[in-house]
């Protein structure tokens, strides 16, 4: 039994020298560990401002096919130029809608960064607006789908205050979507941070390219794309519990 013990600390003592070196080897030297954090910086930079611009995007398409759904009939009988300006916009937003949607991400952000933007040498602004376009697509859905799920009277409640249409949605049906709409709206904002581990297809020194370009100094893949998985998983598991937490106060405000 004693020798039992004393191969087991051995192979510990061994095992625990092995990952140290392997540690020092994939992050120390040469602060490898800084294209981590760097990588991280730009992770985090990118889905922050793209989410940003995806909302915007998802309230403009949300407000214009949630108002073609809802009125498009009445506004059609009626006739005029607003109904084909409607129209018009509505089948923009669903064409956009089809295209986004239809496409893988990485596509998407090939074709932004060597052909749309390919004279730019941004190459974290082109990625900023690639997967906030792609993420806008989404975010719209959710929002079309909280102001379809708002009650028709806050609509009669906004004219009989004085205000027209646009007034109506701007001040009181949004504010109401957002409240409806903001935990799967946090949602999105952590699948966004997933999706943009795809970056790296364009350079952008992102969380997952960082992990790439440690392996290819050091040939070693366990340990540099187990520290970004790990990483990942923190960012999540943080941004999950934070969405848990919005969940239940909204529960608790609206009792």
């Not at 940003?52 to 096919?65: D, E, P, S, W, Y």
């Not at 990625?127 to 909280?146: D, Q, W």
Request: hydrophobic share 55%.
């Amino acid at each position: 039994m004693a020798q039992w013990f004393e191969n087991l600390w051995n192979g510990i003592q061994l095992w625990a020298a092995d990952f140290a070196a392997e540690f020092e080897l994939n992050f120390i030297k040469g602060n490898r560990w800084k294209w981590l954090l760097d990588g991280l910086q730009n992770t985090l930079v990118i889905t922050f401002f793209a989410l940003l611009l995806g909302i915007a995007l998802g309230v403009v398409i949300a407000v214009i096919r949630s108002t073609y759904d809802k009125n498009g009939e009445t506004m059609k009988r009626r006739g005029g130029i607003g109904y084909v300006l409607l129209k018009i916009a509505n089948v923009i937003c669903n064409i956009y809608l089809t295209v986004i949607r239809g496409t893988p991400m990485v596509v998407q952000l090939m074709i932004m960064y060597f052909v749309v933007f390919a004279s730019s040498n941004n190459s974290i602004m082109v990625a900023v607006i690639a997967f906030g376009i792609n993420s806008g697509a989404y975010v719209a859905e959710i929002f079309r789908s909280g102001i379809m799920a708002i009650d028709k009277g806050q609509f009669e409640a906004g004219r009989s205050l004085g205000f027209n249409y646009i007034q109506t949605m701007w001040y009181i049906v949004v504010p109401q979507m957002f409240k409806v709409v903001l935990p799967t709206l946090c949602n999105e904002f952590i699948v966004l941070i997933k999706e943009t581990s795809v970056a790296g297809y364009v350079g952008i020194m992102d969380l997952t390219k960082a992990g790439e370009l440690i392996t290819g100094r050091t040939f070693s893949y366990f340990m540099p794309l187990i520290a970004v998985a790990i990483i990942y998983l923190i960012l999540v598991v943080i941004l999950t519990r934070l969405v848990g937490l919005l969940e239940r106060r909204l529960r608790k405000s609206e009792h």
